[in-house]
């Protein structure tokens, strides 16, 4: 039988095309121009735009600690309706609040070894901040796509066992913002080459979560 008639007997029986593999190596370049060593906390995200692919259920739970005056992991991701909790490691008051449309809260001020938990709902990009420390922020990607990873000490990207068909995939770094391609998978190997440029500020301007700019600190030690 040729090919294209076998083809037209998987798809009106609806079996899955073979699947296939994304895979190419990822760039992130500073602002002079020069790639930095590692890929820590760059997400990438293939998100199908006609492929046939299955939406994730919630994740187990996610801990993001407050250590230190700063969150860990600094980049987390999760899928709608997972829960998160904020153990607190250090010997002072913590708060998390996000203001992000579809998934606002606000975990009031938290004791030393106190762990509030949250619940994400809705898809995207998580902007986590502490209402006493301005320098303290985290991400959270809520993603509604099995294909989602954290590229951490990894110098490219790559996602196995990709339904044929065309996604968009997204990259996005803490100090580079988002960027976006449409790729199409398609055969055992589809290669790319990707990157990004970090030209943002490690924390971005924000203000509290009364909408109001942050007091100078006042005492450090208790706060
Ligand atoms: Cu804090």
Known sequence: MPEARWK????????????GTLQ????????????????????????????AVKTPGPRSLLVIRTRDKEFSPRVSLATPGTEVSF???DAILHNVFSVTPGNRFDTGHYLPGDAPRVKLVGPGLVKLYCNVHHQMNAFVWVVETPFAQLLEHRQDLRFEQVPPGSYRLRL??????????????????????WTLEATLPPVESHKNKFGKDYPPPADETSY
């Open 172 to 193: 996005w770094h803490p100090e580079a913002g988002e960027r976006t391609w449409t790729v199409k998978v398609e055969g055992a190997l589809t290669q790319g080459s």
């Open 87 to 89: 153990p607190n490691m």
């Open 8 to 19: 037209t007997v998987i798809l009106a029986l609806g079996w899955p095309l073979v699947a």
């Open 24 to 51: 190419g190596p990822v760039h992130i370049l500073d602002r002079n121009g020069k790639p930095r060593p590692t890929l820590k906390d760059c997400v990438a995200i293939l998100e199908p735009l006609d492929a």
